[in-house]
């Protein structure tokens, strides 16, 4: 069975410091991983996917994630952080069979000034 | 419209009442997704269409959870004799051309349901 986990329930940075938000996966096979934002009262939102290729995946507002798969991480990282980033982030693995997204348990990240 | 679009926004059900929530997927998209987000936890997946056949109902709690895509476009979730357990946010979204891993699923904002 494929899963992904998000070891942190909330990540507290200062506003210019950097930030990790972290996620484990397990899959059978390739791995397809994305990472999602969820503003409140918005929507999920698309930040960044690892298929295949550069290890280091660069996305969306100066995110990026790494990839490693000797430790099966996919650890979303930005250089500085900005108080704009506070949200809910998700990280899901991506079922090849029917296109359908398993998600992790979600990381709230607070960035303060 | 430019994005996903569900509606109602918010609904307050008795319980044992049935609901209807509806989700407006982007144009000329093939793949609809329904997942349903309990309070502090990730989207957990429910069902799948490509057009208007339901090629994934895996998901779905119950038999008192049905859904439909007739026309290969608009969605209806439906809830019959609600529960309790059954509040949650329900999210819907949406991909082109198909389930491939490089197609990008498209959510909408969702419907928080909440069961009294």
């Known amino acids: 069975a494929q899963s992904v986990a998000q070891p942190e329930d909330q990540v507290n940075v200062a506003e210019g410091n950097p930030l990790t938000v972290k996620c484990t996966y397990s899959?059978?096979?390739?791995?397809?991983l994305f990472w999602y934002v969820q503003y409140p009262n918005r929507g999920l939102q698309f930040l960044l996917k690892?298929?295949?290729?550069?290890?280091l995946v660069k996305g969306s507002y100066g995110f990026e994630a790494e990839f490693n798969k000797s430790q099966t991480s996919f650890h979303l990282k930005k250089p500085s952080a900005l108080v704009s980033d506070s949200a809910l982030y998700f990280c899901?693995?991506?079922?090849?069979?029917?296109?359908?997204?398993?998600f992790g348990q979600g990381t709230t990240l607070q960035v303060k000034p | 419209g430019a994005g996903v679009s569900q509606s109602p926004r918010y609904k307050v059900a008795k319980r044992g009442q049935d609901v209807a929530l509806r989700c407006d997927p982007i144009?000329?998209?093939?793949?609809l997704f329904w997942y349903q987000q309990a309070l502090g936890q990730g989207p957990e997946f429910l069902t799948y269409?490509?057009?208007?056949?339901?090629?994934?109902k895996s998901g779905l709690p119950s038999d008192r959870f049905f859904a439909e895509r007739p026309e290969g476009s608009v969605s209806t979730l439906k809830i019959q004799r609600t529960q309790q357990e059954d509040s949650a946010v329900y999210l819907c979204?949406?991909?082109?051309?198909?389930?491939?891993?490089?197609?990008?699923?498209?959510f909408g904002q969702g419907t928080r349901l909440t069961v009294v």
């Open positions: 269409f490509q057009n208007e056949a339901q090629l994934d």
């Open positions: 690892y298929i295949t290729g550069d290890n």
């Open positions: 144009s000329g998209h093939v793949s």
């Open positions: 899959v059978s096979g390739n791995p397809y």
């Open positions: 899901a693995v991506h079922s090849s069979n029917t296109g359908k997204l398993i």
């Open positions: 979204a949406s991909s082109f051309p198909g389930t491939g891993v490089n197609t990008e699923a498209f």
